[in-house]
T-cell receptor, first 109, second 115 residues
Framework: GQNIDQPTEMTATEGAIVQINCTYQ??????LFWYQQHAGEAPTFLSY??LDGLEEKGRFSSFLSRSKGYSYLLLKELQMKDSASYLC??????????WGAGTKLIIKP | GAVVSQHPSRVICKSGTSVKIECRSL??????MFWYRQFPKQSLMLMAT?????????EQGVEKDKFLINHASLTLSTLTVTSAHPEDSSFYIC???????????FGPGTRLTVT
């Protein structure tokens, strides 16, 4: 079966760095996505990785290792507004998005 | 990024009635739109994939006669929840596939409450 695993909840301090991991087992791979979702709102696109390596976009970076079925989202200089759920999604061989359950990130002052 | 709108943002309806939710891509043509449902503290569940001008493809377990999807133009898709029941209460989110292959933009979502 297809499976996306990510931690249920993480806590970090304002100004610090946090890494949210995602491991996946899917039938085929056509890209990995990270989305941010604030409570009661729809997800917003953060990053897309299809090749191995690190993609940096401002305070957020996303890493992919296809051989390990592994990705992480790195958030630097954490701000209170970064408190949200972070969803990892993998596009499989049918170009369908398989979603993780999301990681709730709690930022403390 | 591209903008996708949904209307209404919130709706309360009585059991047995039907509700229509609209999803529009405002600044790009969306050949493919997706409808998701999300229950509290759970991840997104794909309900159906909708291609302009053709019938929607429903995921296993989603009743196509209950959740009617119409994608009549490149900028508009509608989801109609027919004969709504309280268990249909959920957060319904649409997304539209943009011009570049990897982009998928989400609407703001519609919170449906069936009483």
């Amino acid at each position: 079966g297809q499976n996306i695993d990510q931690p249920t909840e993480m806590t970090a301090t304002e100004g610090a760095i946090v890494q949210i991991n995602c491991t996946y087992q899917t039938s085929g791979f056509n890209g990995l996505f990270w989305y941010q979702q604030h409570a009661g709102e729809a997800p917003t696109f953060l990053s897309y990785n299809v090749l191995d390596g690190l993609e940096e976009k401002g305070r957020f970076s996303s890493f992919l290792s296809r051989s390990k079925g592994y990705s992480y989202l790195l958030l630097k200089e954490l701000q209170m507004k970064d408190s949200a759920s972070y969803l990892c999604a993998v596009r499989d061989s049918n170009y369908q998005l398989i979603w993780g359950a999301g990681t709730k990130l709690i930022i403390k002052p | 990024g591209a903008v996708v709108s949904q209307h209404p943002s919130r709706v309360i309806c009585k059991s047995g009635t039907s509700v229509k939710i609209e999803c529009r891509s405002l600044d790009f043509q969306a050949t493919t739109m997706f409808w998701y449902r999300q229950f509290p503290k759970q991840s997104l569940m794909l309900m159906a994939t909708s291609n302009e001008g053709s019938k929607a493809t429903y995921e296993q377990g989603v009743e196509k006669d209950k959740f009617l999807i119409n994608h009549a133009s490149l900028t508009l898709s509608t989801l109609t929840v027919t004969s709504a029941h309280p268990e249909d209460s959920s957060f319904y989110i649409c997304s539209a596939k943009g011009g570049r292959d990897y982009e998928q933009y989400f609407g703001p979502g519609t919170r449906l409450t069936v009483t």
